[in-house]
């Protein structure tokens, strides 16, 4: 079985209060890769609470964002429609739960012959949840397609997909 994990294509990461025109020109190519992907396909979906700013992420990065229920923390309603299972929530950057389900499915299941990574922000959230899968199935070819994640900027984006590849995650589409 092969995964795609669409990494927190929301609302605030796509033209939201931390949006990029990159996120958004990245939108077509994320659904079409979904659309014609041949197997399971995950979302993640950045979450935070009311104490948000009182977190290390909220002091460091002060922007209130993807707040529960608010717009900002929803997917994008042209992806979500594409959508077959809940979303994982996750509070920060890398999802431990994530990592342990994927293990489990591979452990317990059909062996995981590869997993893809798209989705935003590649220097922060995507190297995160990437270097984590790494981390519970090393053995599992990774891939990441450039071509469907944007960063914070241009530059942070291709630093992120260089160090990913220095580890071993294999960078399609760049």
Same mark, same amino acid.
């Given at each position: 079985?092969?995964?795609?994990?669409?990494?927190?294509?929301?609302?605030?990461?796509?033209?939201?209060?931390? *949006? !990029?025109?990159?996120?958004?020109?990245?939108? &077509?190519?994320?659904?079409?890769?979904?659309?014609?992907?041949?197997?399971?396909?995950?979302? =993640?979906?950045?979450?935070?609470?009311?104490?948000?700013?009182?977190?290390?992420?909220?002091?460091?990065? #002060?922007?209130?964002?993807?707040?529960?229920? !608010?717009?900002?923390?929803?997917?994008?309603?042209?992806?979500?429609?594409?959508?077959?299972?809940? &979303?994982?929530?996750?509070?920060?950057? *890398?999802? $431990?739960?994530? *990592?342990?389900?994927?293990?489990?499915?591979? !452990?317990?299941?059909?062996?995981?012959?590869?997993?893809?990574?798209? *989705? $935003?922000?590649?220097?922060?959230?995507?190297?995160?949840?990437?270097?984590?899968?790494?981390?519970?199935? &090393?053995?599992? &070819?990774?891939? $990441?397609?450039?071509?469907?994640?944007?960063?914070? =900027? #241009?530059?942070?984006?291709?630093?992120?997909?260089?160090?990913?590849?220095?580890?071993?995650?294999?960078?399609?589409?760049?």
């Amino acid at each position: 079985m092969n995964f795609l994990i669409v990494i927190d294509m929301q609302n605030d990461f796509i033209d939201g209060v931390l *949006g !990029t025109k990159e996120a958004v020109a990245i939108l &077509p190519a994320v659904k079409e890769r979904i659309k014609n992907f041949n197997g399971r396909v995950l979302f =993640t979906r950045d979450t935070h609470e009311s104490d948000y700013l009182s977190t290390q992420e909220g002091r460091n990065l #002060p922007v209130e964002h993807c707040m529960r229920d !608010t717009h900002g923390w929803q997917i994008n309603a042209e992806l979500d429609a594409l959508r077959k299972e809940e &979303p994982i929530d996750k509070p920060v950057f *890398g999802s $431990v739960a994530l *990592g342990q389900l994927l293990k489990a499915y591979d !452990t317990y299941e059909e062996k995981i012959e590869n997993i893809t990574l798209i *989705g $935003v922000c590649t220097d922060i959230c995507v190297i995160s949840n990437a270097m984590l899968i790494k981390s519970f199935l &090393p053995e599992t &070819p990774i891939f $990441v397609d450039a071509a469907c994640c944007a960063g914070v =900027t #241009p530059e942070s984006h291709e630093r992120a997909l260089d160090a990913m590849a220095v580890c071993q995650i294999k960078v399609l589409n760049r």
